[in-house]
């Protein structure tokens, strides 16, 4: 009979978009953050990144022209996108990506 594997608590961790990238990319506390992880071993986790300063920054200028809300909404998510690819681009090219268990996607790995 096959032992059955223990799942893995579920985290979810809220990095502030203005911590990632608080005027620039801040990489040497991603990094610390991977190494971090690399520490939880018996967690599974879910980032979530936010817009921070970069979309509070770009939200000024463009208000200056534009009030539509659905506009600055999609500015607002894609703001988001930006700073979570970085922290995962981060994550899946250093150390932390080959020691946590993650899901394959294609050569892409969620973690």
């Known amino acids: 009979m096959k032992s059955m ?5 579920a985290v979810v961790i809220s990095l502030g978009g203005s911590v990632v990238n608080p005027g620039k990319l801040n990489i040497p506390l991603i990094k610390k953050f991977g190494n971090l992880l690399i520490g939880l ?5 879910g980032v979530i990144v936010g817009g921070g300063k970069l979309y509070r920054d770009v939200l000024d200028e463009v208000l200056k022209y534009c009030k539509d809300k659905k506009s600055l909404d999609w500015i607002g998510i894609h703001c988001t996108r930006v700073n979570a690819q970085c922290v ?3 994550l ?6 080959d020691e946590l268990d993650g899901v394959d996607l294609g050569g892409r790995r969620i973690i």
């Not at 071993?41 to 986790?45: G, N």
């Open 92 to 97: 899946y090219t250093s150390d932390a990506a």
């Open 5 to 9: 594997k223990k799942a893995k608590e």
């Open 88 to 90: 995962f681009c981060l």
């Open 41 to 45: 071993k018996t967690y599974k986790f």
